[in-house]
């Protein structure tokens, strides 16, 4: 299995709802990233986890909160959004947190969050 | 600072003909580079990358040139096709630490029939 798989594809939300995103890789790989990316940018980091572990938050606000439940696991729990918000939601993962020759991230497909 | 950009937005290119895709970077520090490929609606696709200490290194049909005294790097793709349209980015780590990745503004490949 060389993919990471995120769920939902699509989210619409409204300001008062708590939802999860989900993704989840079963290649053994032990950095996990959550990624933002409004339309016609380029992603932003948001999170990255090592071994587990919160290693960057990148000042976001704390209605975004990461979960990482076990190396193959990462959630994004959401609460309180804007409208702002809304944007595509990407993780990826690679083999260790250092990169270097061949060791590129893996990127899922991404979740569409609306926020209403 | 740190930033990753690209000469052109939008680049137009006939089917068949090669394609060159620019981009500039300022952290003369970086041991490597990323070129990612973005499709409507998929996440960002690693093509290929290149260590510091090469100029160039080649795939199937994508050659990555790497110029360190002016901090350019570029992406050919040979015998452009119509499942080349895409945004492309260049990458490169963050100054500092390279658990984090710094993506360009992105170049967007439309190909003409």
């Known amino acids: 299995d060389t993919e990471v798989t995120q769920t939902p594809k699509h989210l619409v939300m409204g300001m008062t709802n708590k939802k999860s995103l989900k993704c989840e890789q079963h290649?053994?790989?032990?950095?996990m990233y959550w990624y933002k990316q409004k339309a016609k940018k380029p992603p932003e980091l948001m999170f990255v986890?090592?071994?587990?572990?919160?290693?960057i938050n990148e000042s976001v606000p704390s209605r975004f909160s990461p979960e990482c439940p076990n190396s193959s696991l990462l959630n994004l729990h959401l609460h309180a959004l804007q409208p702002e918000d809304s944007a595509l939601y990407l993780c990826a993962s690679s083999q260790t947190s250092l990169g270097g020759i061949g060791d590129g991230y893996t990127f899922g497909s991404g979740t569409r969050l609306t926020v209403v | 600072g740190e930033s990753v950009g690209l000469h052109l937005p939008t680049l137009s290119v006939q089917e068949g003909d090669n394609s060159i895709i620019n981009c500039a970077y300022s952290?003369?520090?970086?041991?490597?580079f990323i070129w990612y490929k973005q499709e409507s609606g998929k996440g960002p696709q690693f093509i290929i990358d290149i260590r510091s200490n090469m100029d160039k290194r080649q795939g199937q049909r994508v050659t990555v040139l790497l110029n360190k005294t002016v901090k350019h790097l570029s992406l050919q793709i040979a015998a452009t096709q119509p499942g080349d349209s895409a945004v492309y980015f260049c990458a490169e780590p963050s100054e500092g630490r390279d658990d984090k990745i710094i993506f360009g503004k992105g170049t967007r490949l439309h190909i003409l029939p």
């Open positions: 952290n003369s520090a970086s041991d490597y």
């Open positions: 290649m053994g790989h032990r950095a």
């Open positions: 986890y090592s071994y587990e572990k919160l290693s």
